[in-house]
């Protein structure tokens, strides 16, 4: 039974893996792996985050951008316009942000709760070939990043659907809520390649416990 035991605890532990960029660097990052191609008319991302950077300082949150083209960047916001994260405090956030090209709805949600939905790049599709990076806003498809962009603090939870979720399913996620079926990046099982002085952990999960309950 072993055998089946290992890789259960080990995709709960990805599950509760984390990135912390201790410092201000334009060299330090991660890229992720995506499942499938980004090759999107449709997305929901969501990630968890906690910074302490303040001000008007412009922090990178998400960048996947293809060899010409900023495909889609997420940002917290320093000058109220656009779509990126309010500042929001030291402590962690949820996250997550949803577009369809059809009608072009654009919804950011912070800890469950949605901002009034907007309209952006109606009829647009997301293009594929291009590289989801954390940690620095990349300028060219190489790199080129500004130390003063980069992220500074902890990032978890990273997940990205092909699709736009319910707003009650992304209500239940920012609770903490388990959902297994995030078929574009699922932290619980994406390969991250660090870079830098980026330092990748392991919470400890109360989770753990009832899983390996559950296999005898
Ligand atoms: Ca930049």
Redesign the pocket.
Known sequence: PAIFVFPILMQKQHKGRSLVFPEETASSLVELTPAKPLSLDAFTLCLRFATELKGKREVILFAYRTQYFDELNVWRETDGSGNAVPELGPLANHVCLTWESLTGRTTMYVNGRSSASKIYQRGHRVRPGGKVILGQ???NFLG???AE?SFVGEIFGVNMWDHVLPSVAIQLLSTGEDFSDANVLDWATVTIIPTGSVVEFQKRSLDLKPTTHALF
């Open positions: 806003d990349p300028d080129d990043f500004q962009q």
